[in-house]
């Protein structure tokens, strides 16, 4: 084998290692970063333990924008697609971690590495290695809720996270795994790993009203009018559980540099 061969070669091994997609720019100046990363979430029950995945995907825009009054060049466009991670925890129910639009900060919140949302961060983290994995600090895990009728979207209740407080203004943190789904169920881990697998889909199979939350207004746990008030505090609007699928559905968020 010639030595440009086995260079050539070398090489192709190396980029089949890394993350599933690494950085590309634009005619017009845009930077593109992605990367696909599963993560699992283990419960502890007195059956055993449980656990479930789910592949979402990544992409960080760094595009182009010229202002003389600024240090920066770019306004960064920040997005992640996918479903929320479901827990089957059998006759108890499930239990899901759901896909907030801040989930793009998933991978760079565990995983060290440069600042995220820099270019040097998002150049870091899409080159990282197929495999590699961490867990979350209990800090940054996803919120967990579960649904006591799975055909009812307003059944559902918050199993672990935050709940809106109006009087205080703030998310008021819980953890109610033992008191809905009983004792000695509790939420062992989540980590996420960096992956060249599938994104995930299918998350309708559990919610089967999901796929029509596009065309409602208001909130899982309240009514579709005026004022759309959430009985629940929980604030969700069915987005959390699946991101990209379901046409407008899907919402990005941006972030300003």
Known sequence: MSMRLSIILAGLVLIAGVAFAVDRVS???????????????????????????????????????????????????????????????????????VLPSGAYLDVTQTIEGPPPLTLEGEEYYSSLAIGTKANMTPDHYPWLYTFTDLNDPMSVKLVKGGRFNVKQQKNIMEDNFESIFGQGVTLKSVSVEITDEPITWGIEKWLPWLPERKNIKGYLGGNSKPPYDDPTKTYLNGVEFSRGKFGSIRKDNKNER
Do not use: C
């Open 27 to 97: 005619d017009n100046g845009t930077k593109s970063y992605s990367w696909r990363y599963k993560m699992t979430v283990e419960v502890e029950t007195p059956e055993g333990l449980k656990s479930g995945s789910a592949v979402r995907e990544v992409d960080i825009k760094f595009l182009y924008h010229f202002n003389p009054g600024s240090n920066s060049q770019y306004v960064v466009r920040a997005s992640v697609i996918g479903e929320a991670v479901v827990v089957d925890l059998g006759a108890r129910g499930a239990a899901f971690a």
